[in-house]
């Protein structure tokens, strides 16, 4: 699996896909990511140090994801991202972050900062409409203010081509998103082993009608597949 991959254009960043324990929370009915993990935290850490090694600083800004949460990357992977940072001169390091280890942050942050490094943490939110996100894709965010919801983090992805979804909603969700946060990285809905599929139709109003007006919006990604970043697509790495 490609777990290594620079992205040139928006925000530019190097970014990584690191492995974990697997993601806790693994109930949302649209995911299979967390099937992207391993119990053994040092077959882990070997992997990670070895996609780590590629990481040159180019842009002095890193984006680490995984099959979850950073908190289920092992102690070792993280003090080598850290450690990575420093050598590299990176100052900006983005991580993932599902809402039930919003408590946890603080003590992120602050520990990166004492080495001079600003962490900026990306968390799932999907949709703002919160029967929709509870109900239909049980995210697990316990909270419907998405003032109250953004508070802890600084960008949100977005997820579209869903049943149910259209025009209207998927406009508001991107507006919200812009509010609220930083950034709004928006994801198109891929056929993958889980519950939900995608719906062809959402997909190509997205396409027709949001897709133009937002492409070029400096604050707002767009993955038509999943592997536009540049990561996740299939290799004889591991």
């Known amino acids: 699996m490609v777990r290594y991959a620079e992205?040139?254009?928006?925000?530019?960043?190097?970014?990584?896909?690191?492995?974990?324990?697997?993601?806790?929370w693994r109930r949302c009915t649209f995911c299979d990511y967390h099937l992207d993990?391993?119990?053994?935290?040092?077959?882990?850490?070997?992997?990670n140090a070895k996609i780590l090694s590629h990481i040159t600083g180019r842009f002095h800004r890193l984006e680490v994801i995984n099959s979850g949460s950073f908190p289920e990357l092992d102690g070792q992977t993280i003090q080598r991202i850290m450690d990575i940072c420093q050598q590299k001169?990176?100052?900006?390091?983005?991580?993932?972050?599902?809402?039930?280890?919003?408590?946890?942050l603080p003590a992120l942050r602050q520990r990166f900062r004492q080495q001079g490094i600003t962490v900026k943490v990306k968390s799932g939110i999907e949709t703002?409409?919160?029967v929709y996100r509870e109900q239909i894709l049980c995210k697990?965010?316990?909270?419907?203010?998405?003032?109250?919801?953004?508070?802890?983090?600084?960008e949100c992805c977005l997820l579209f081509g869903l049943q149910g979804q259209d025009k209207a909603s998927m406009e508001q969700d991107?507006?919200?998103?812009?509010?609220?946060?930083?950034?709004?990285?928006?994801?198109?809905?891929t056929p993958n082993t889980a519950q939900i599929q995608p719906d062809a139709a959402v997909i190509r109003e997205f396409m027709q009608t949001l897709y133009p007006a937002y492409r070029d919006n400096p604050r707002v990604d767009i993955?038509?597949?999943?592997t536009d970043f540049g990561i996740g697509a299939e290799n004889n790495e591991e």
């Open 7 to 24: 992205i040139t254009e928006k925000n530019p960043r190097e970014i990584v896909m690191m492995r974990g324990s697997g993601c806790r």
């Open 37 to 47: 993990c391993c119990p053994d935290a040092a077959a882990n850490f070997a992997l």
């Open 89 to 104: 001169k990176i100052d900006i390091l983005h991580f993932e972050c599902h809402w039930i280890y919003r408590d946890s």
């Open 128 to 130: 703002f409409d919160a």
């Open 140 to 154: 697990g965010i316990d909270e419907t203010d998405p003032a109250k919801i953004a508070q802890p983090f600084d």
């Open 174 to 189: 991107i507006k919200t998103g812009l509010q609220y946060f930083e950034r709004v990285c928006i994801n198109i809905m």
């Open 223 to 226: 993955l038509i597949e999943n």
